[in-house]
Protein backbone atom coordinates (compact mmCIF):
# COMPACT_ATOMS: atom_id res chain seq x y z
CA UNK A 1 0.00 0.00 0.00
CA UNK A 2 1.23 3.81 -1.07
CA UNK A 3 0.47 6.37 1.51
CA UNK A 4 0.76 9.76 0.20
CA UNK A 5 0.85 13.07 2.16
CA UNK A 6 -0.17 15.89 0.56
CA UNK A 7 -1.11 18.51 2.90
CA UNK A 8 2.40 20.35 2.90
CA UNK A 9 4.90 19.43 0.37
CA UNK A 10 4.54 15.84 -1.16
CA UNK A 11 5.90 12.98 0.72
CA UNK A 12 5.24 9.32 -0.12
CA UNK A 13 5.51 5.88 1.92
CA UNK A 14 5.55 2.41 1.65
CA UNK A 15 4.21 0.26 4.37
CA UNK A 16 6.99 -0.05 6.60
CA UNK A 17 7.47 3.70 6.44
CA UNK A 18 9.94 4.10 3.90
CA UNK A 19 10.11 7.17 1.91
CA UNK A 20 9.53 6.96 -1.37
CA UNK A 21 8.63 10.40 -2.98
CA UNK A 22 9.89 10.28 -6.56
CA UNK A 23 13.00 12.54 -7.59
CA UNK A 24 11.53 14.48 -10.55
CA UNK A 25 8.63 17.38 -10.05
CA UNK A 26 7.02 15.57 -12.97
CA UNK A 27 6.41 12.63 -11.31
CA UNK A 28 5.53 14.33 -8.15
CA UNK A 29 3.18 16.17 -10.19
CA UNK A 30 1.71 12.90 -12.32
CA UNK A 31 1.28 11.16 -8.78
CA UNK A 32 -0.43 14.13 -6.95
CA UNK A 33 -2.49 14.34 -10.03
CA UNK A 34 -3.64 10.99 -10.14
CA UNK A 35 -3.68 11.44 -5.98
CA UNK A 36 -6.86 14.14 -6.44
CA UNK A 37 -8.73 11.55 -8.59
CA UNK A 38 -8.34 8.41 -6.83
CA UNK A 39 -9.66 6.69 -6.78
CA UNK A 40 -10.69 7.21 -10.50
CA UNK A 41 -8.66 6.99 -13.33
CA UNK A 42 -7.75 9.51 -15.59
CA UNK A 43 -7.18 9.40 -19.25
CA UNK A 44 -3.19 9.62 -20.66
CA UNK A 45 -4.92 12.58 -22.54
CA UNK A 46 -6.10 14.40 -19.51
CA UNK A 47 -3.14 13.38 -17.31
CA UNK A 48 -0.59 14.71 -20.50
CA UNK A 49 -2.73 18.31 -20.82
CA UNK A 50 -1.98 18.54 -16.49
CA UNK A 51 1.55 17.32 -17.12
CA UNK A 52 2.62 19.14 -20.29
CA UNK A 53 0.92 22.11 -20.76
CA UNK A 54 3.30 25.01 -20.08
CA UNK A 55 5.33 22.66 -22.73
CA UNK A 56 3.22 20.27 -25.06
CA UNK A 57 4.68 17.62 -26.20
CA UNK A 58 4.30 16.33 -29.59
CA UNK A 59 3.44 12.47 -28.63
CA UNK A 60 1.65 12.81 -25.20
CA UNK A 61 1.72 9.00 -24.82
CA UNK A 62 4.86 8.13 -24.88
CA UNK A 63 5.76 10.77 -22.76
CA UNK A 64 3.11 9.93 -20.15
CA UNK A 65 4.19 6.48 -20.14
CA UNK A 66 7.63 7.15 -19.67
CA UNK A 67 6.36 9.25 -16.59
CA UNK A 68 4.73 6.44 -15.32
CA UNK A 69 7.40 4.18 -15.94
CA UNK A 70 9.76 6.95 -14.21
CA UNK A 71 7.25 7.16 -11.38
CA UNK A 72 7.08 3.43 -10.93
CA UNK A 73 10.83 3.04 -10.67
CA UNK A 74 10.68 5.68 -7.80
CA UNK A 75 8.10 3.65 -5.97
CA UNK A 76 9.91 0.52 -6.33
CA UNK A 77 7.20 -2.52 -4.49
CA UNK A 78 4.76 0.20 -4.80
CA UNK A 79 4.18 0.44 -7.93
CA UNK A 80 2.09 -1.40 -8.22
CA UNK A 81 -0.29 0.93 -6.75
CA UNK A 82 -0.26 2.80 -10.26
CA UNK A 83 -2.12 0.69 -12.29
CA UNK A 84 -2.84 1.05 -15.94
CA UNK A 85 -6.86 1.30 -17.29
CA UNK A 86 -8.21 0.90 -20.37
CA UNK A 87 -7.38 4.55 -21.30
CA UNK A 88 -5.16 5.79 -19.00
CA UNK A 89 -3.69 5.16 -14.94
CA UNK A 90 -5.36 5.28 -11.72
CA UNK A 91 -3.97 5.04 -7.70
CA UNK A 92 -5.13 1.46 -5.86
CA UNK A 93 -4.08 0.74 -2.93
CA UNK A 94 -3.65 3.91 -1.42
CA UNK A 95 -3.93 5.80 1.15
CA UNK A 96 -4.02 9.90 1.23
CA UNK A 97 -3.86 12.21 4.39
CA UNK A 98 -6.46 15.13 2.55
CA UNK A 99 -9.21 11.74 2.84
CA UNK A 100 -8.25 11.81 6.63
CA UNK A 101 -8.60 15.76 7.40
CA UNK A 102 -11.57 15.81 5.29
CA UNK A 103 -13.10 13.11 7.35
CA UNK A 104 -11.96 15.21 10.24
CA UNK A 105 -13.50 18.35 8.96
CA UNK A 106 -16.86 17.44 8.30
CA UNK A 107 -16.95 15.71 12.03
CA UNK A 108 -16.08 18.86 13.07
CA UNK A 109 -18.03 20.88 11.98
CA UNK A 110 -21.26 18.15 12.79
CA UNK A 111 -20.26 17.87 16.21
CA UNK A 112 -22.77 19.37 18.53
CA UNK A 113 -20.15 19.09 21.59
CA UNK A 114 -17.69 22.39 21.30
CA UNK A 115 -15.07 20.09 23.17
CA UNK A 116 -15.49 17.50 20.63
CA UNK A 117 -15.94 19.78 17.09
CA UNK A 118 -12.37 21.45 18.55
CA UNK A 119 -10.67 18.14 19.68
CA UNK A 120 -11.64 17.00 15.88
CA UNK A 121 -10.51 20.19 14.56
CA UNK A 122 -7.26 20.44 16.21
CA UNK A 123 -6.22 16.57 15.17
CA UNK A 124 -7.30 17.72 11.00
CA UNK A 125 -5.53 21.12 11.93
CA UNK A 126 -2.06 18.51 12.75
CA UNK A 127 -2.16 16.94 9.62
CA UNK A 128 -0.95 19.98 7.70
CA UNK A 129 3.26 20.37 7.28
CA UNK A 130 2.64 23.27 5.48
CA UNK A 131 0.61 25.09 2.51
CA UNK A 132 -1.40 21.95 0.92
CA UNK A 133 0.48 20.11 -1.93
CA UNK A 134 3.49 23.12 -1.69
CA UNK A 135 5.27 22.83 -4.87
CA UNK A 136 2.85 20.56 -6.94
CA UNK A 137 1.14 22.06 -10.10
CA UNK A 138 -1.87 21.65 -12.33
CA UNK A 139 -5.65 22.45 -12.73
CA UNK A 140 -6.77 19.59 -10.41
CA UNK A 141 -3.97 19.67 -7.98
CA UNK A 142 -5.38 23.63 -7.87
CA UNK A 143 -9.30 22.70 -7.66
CA UNK A 144 -8.31 20.21 -4.96
CA UNK A 145 -6.12 22.97 -2.69
CA UNK A 146 -8.77 25.39 -3.41
CA UNK A 147 -11.33 22.58 -2.21
CA UNK A 148 -9.45 21.36 0.81
CA UNK A 149 -8.16 24.69 2.13
CA UNK A 150 -11.97 25.61 1.59
CA UNK A 151 -13.20 23.25 3.60
CA UNK A 152 -10.60 23.60 6.66
CA UNK A 153 -12.00 27.53 6.47
CA UNK A 154 -15.15 26.45 6.43
CA UNK A 155 -14.70 24.40 9.61
CA UNK A 156 -12.67 26.70 11.15
CA UNK A 157 -15.46 29.40 11.14
CA UNK A 158 -17.90 26.74 11.76
CA UNK A 159 -16.08 26.07 15.14
CA UNK A 160 -14.44 28.74 16.26
CA UNK A 161 -17.81 30.33 15.67
CA UNK A 162 -19.70 28.06 17.71
CA UNK A 163 -16.97 28.77 20.23
CA UNK A 164 -17.40 32.46 20.21
CA UNK A 165 -21.17 31.93 20.37
CA UNK A 166 -21.08 29.92 23.35
CA UNK A 167 -18.77 32.07 25.34
CA UNK A 168 -21.29 34.93 24.51
CA UNK A 169 -24.01 33.09 26.11
CA UNK A 170 -22.05 32.52 29.28
CA UNK A 171 -22.90 36.17 30.27
CA UNK A 172 -20.89 39.22 31.78
CA UNK A 173 -18.85 38.26 34.95
CA UNK A 174 -19.81 39.70 38.59
CA UNK A 175 -20.20 43.16 38.82
CA UNK A 176 -16.88 44.61 41.06
Same mark, same amino acid.
Request: glycine share 8%.
Given at each position: ??????LGP?? /??? *? &?? $????????? &????????? /?????? +??? =???????? #?? $??????????????????????? !???? /??????????? =? /???? @????????????????????? =??????? !????GPT??? +? %?? &??? %??????? *??? $?????????? $??? &? #???? @???????
Amino acid at each position: MLHLDLLGPLV /VRD *D &EG $RELTPPGAR &ERNGLATLA /VVAPDP +LST =ERLAAELY #RE $RPTTDPRNAVQAMVSRLRRALGR !AAGS /VETTANGYRLA =E /VTID @VDQAERLLREAMAATEPTEAS =ELLDQAR !ALWRGPTMDG +L %EG &ELV %ETERLRI *DGL $RAEAEDAVLG $RRA &E #RAGQ @VGPGPDL
